[in-house]
């Protein structure tokens, strides 16, 4: 069966299919992830980054447990800004702010982690972490609860700086 193909018409934005990405006002929008690069270093670049898990897990970028890709011979300046919240409303929130090598043969290590805490209202009795996790070419967070069978909804907004470092 023929398909009639639609002419791109920049007054009106930017489409893939029926799905707008760049409307009439110049704002992005339904994106999986935004890649911005300075032209004047091109071995660099920032990647921002929405990562959801459920209770104790590795959170991931989507339903099949992928993990941010880093890519051999960079530096990388990670910071993730999470929210942990329970059904009763309990919330724990921050910003976990990382730098992580990755070598020439994808070995991942985190070389230094802050953590801050925005908010901690988690009772006594219960326990939930949040830290930098990483493998082969890949960065997530790792989570743990304990203390709770409650579920406990995790979600982290990332950046991720990338530099040439070899």
Known sequence: MAT??????????????????????????SLNTIEMKNLNFTDSKTVNYILRGLNTATLQLDNVGTQIT???????????HFLGVNPSGVVFTGKIESAVYCGPTGATSVLSSML??????????ESWTIEPTTA???????????????????????????????
Not at 7 to 17: A, I, K, Q, T, Y
Not at 70 to 80: M, Q, R
Not at 116 to 125: A, E, G, L, R, W
């Open 4 to 29: 009639n193909l639609k002419n791109f018409d920049s007054l009106g934005g930017f489409s893939v299919g029926e799905t707008t990405h760049i409307d009439e006002n110049h704002n992005a929008m």
């Open 116 to 125: 801050t805490i925005i908010k901690d209202d988690i009772p006594v009795s």
């Open 70 to 80: 880093i890519e051999s011979n960079t530096v990388n300046f990670i910071t993730g």
């Open 136 to 166: 082969t070419n890949r960065f997530s967070y790792s989570t743990i609860r304990t203390g709770t069978v409650q579920v406990i909804k995790w979600a982290v907004s990332t950046e991720v700086i990338t530099i040439a470092w070899t």
